[in-house]
Every structure is written in structure tokens, then in C-alpha cells.
């Protein structure tokens, strides 16, 4: 009875995450990578994995800590490699800087290619500042997703075995379970 377009229950829109249309779409993309990486995990990571990119082509961000947990360690690695290449540029045009204003007496046609290189450095290193500005933003909701996923797993676990409990124990563990939901729910709140 399933059908191709089976999306997992535990999904929301990325629409719905306050990410702008770049970040959306590096969201995505960051997800079908790790998917087509996770793909040939084994087990129950590919199976996380084909869920992941089933949701991603339909817009939906799998609230699965595992997913999110891999999700998030690739933004870690991206975030890693724009770093490394902003250091490589801004060093590039800490070189060219001194280069200018080495020959500036000299070679006047020789520092007008060089401004204009640095010119081109520092829009690299704008570019760069703002995709690693963008994938912050997204490993930091990705972040939120996965505790309020590990949340929901705990509270969904003990939901689980409290219903286990009642069947055997009848009338006593409805009132210890309306008090287990009063304390979680005050200590949510701090």
C-alpha cells in the first residue's frame, strides 16, 4: 500500500525553518550529499539515508537525530573547507597588498593588475564569508532539530514504556503519569 512518494512522519517543510531560498537550496544539497555518502553505510544508516533523500527532493527535513547528526557534521566539514580557503585568500591578498605597494614606484601597469586581482581576492573572500555566514545559520537550526528529535525520542521512549506499565499496574500509574507530565513539562521550561 506504500507508494513512491512515502515521506516520513517525523519531516517539516524547509520552507517553514526561517532559512532564506540560498540557504534552503544549501540545505538541500547538503542533504542529498550526505545521503548519496550515507548510501552505502549499511543497515539502518542506509536506510536513514534513503528517508533523508526522499524527504529532500520533496522539500521536507527529516527530524531524525541520526540524519541531523550527519547532517550536521557535513555543514561542519563545508564550514571546515570554506574556512581553509578564506585563510588561503585573505593570505593571497595580504601578498598582493605588499607586492602593490613594493613596486608602486616602479611598475604602475604591474600594480593596477595587481589592485585589480585583490579586488577580485576580496569579492572571493565576501563570497565565502557569506556562504559560511549562511551554513552557520543552517547547522545552527539544524542543531535545534536534532535536540528537540532527541527530545521527542526520549519523550515518545518513556510515552512507550508507561503504556507498558499501565496495562500492568492499572489505576496506580495514572496518577503517576499525569505527575511525570507535570515535572517534564516544568523542566521544559527553564
Known sequence: MSTSSH?????VPDTQ????????QLLRHGQQTVAAA???GGGGGSTSSRAASRASSQGL???DPSSLAALGRHFDRVMQRIQQQLEYLIEQSQQVNLEVYDRAGNLVDNADREIARYHSLMAQI???ELDFDRIAHIR???AGFRQRAEDLEREL???GSSRRDRHGHGHRHSSHRSHGHHSSSGRQRT
Open 126 to 128: 565576501d563570497e565565502l
Open 7 to 11: 515521506v516520513p512522519e517525523n519531516a
Open 140 to 142: 545552527e537550526i539544524v
Open 17 to 24: 525553518l526561517g532559512l532564506s531560498n540560498e540557504e534552503i
Open 38 to 40: 550515507g548510501g552505502g
Open 61 to 63: 527535513l527529516v527530524m
Open 157 to 159: 521512549e518513556r510515552s
